[in-house]
Nanobody, 126 residues
Framework: QVRLAESGGDSVQAGGSLRLSCVVS????????MGWFRQAPGKEREGVAS???????VYTESVKGRFTISRDNAKNTLYLQMNSLKPEDTAMYSC????????????????????WGQGTQVTVSP
């Protein structure tokens, strides 16, 4: 059974940095399309970034140049490095995985992601 466990969320001031981690168990992080999503109160879930099996990454426009998605195959862990954080980045962040044979694609939608972590809260104050 594949499980995802996020950590690293915290409360920071605008301009600060955080690194979110998502430990993968029951599968290999580099065998699946992996993504980071976020959901703020009262808003729909939004795709933040994805990384495909070949390492190709995609970012939503609002985080380009500030966030970096990566993975450590030895630790079987997915990361999201978040720099220059803004109050509008405040949300519950979740990692997700697709089935092994599915690619991420160019669109950051939650379509096809069938394994989800419990989420980690990021709060950015002005």
């Amino acid at each position: 059974q594949v499980r995802l466990a996020e950590s690293g969320g915290d409360s920071v001031q605008a301009g600060g940095s955080l690194r979110l981690s998502c430990v993968v168990s029951g599968s290999l992080v580099n065998r699946r399309c992996m993504g980071w999503f976020r959901q703020a109160p009262g808003k729909e879930r939004e795709g933040v970034a994805s990384i495909d099996r070949d390492g190709l990454s995609v970012y939503t426009e609002s985080v380009k140049g500030r966030f970096t998605i990566s993975r450590d195959n030895a630790k079987n862990t997915l990361y999201l490095q978040m720099n220059s954080l803004k109050p509008e980045d405040t949300a519950m962040y979740s990692c997700a995985a697709k089935a092994p044979f599915l690619s991420c694609g160019a669109a950051l939608t939650d379509n096809g992601y069938h394994i989800w972590g419990q989420g980690t809260q990021v709060t950015v104050s002005p």
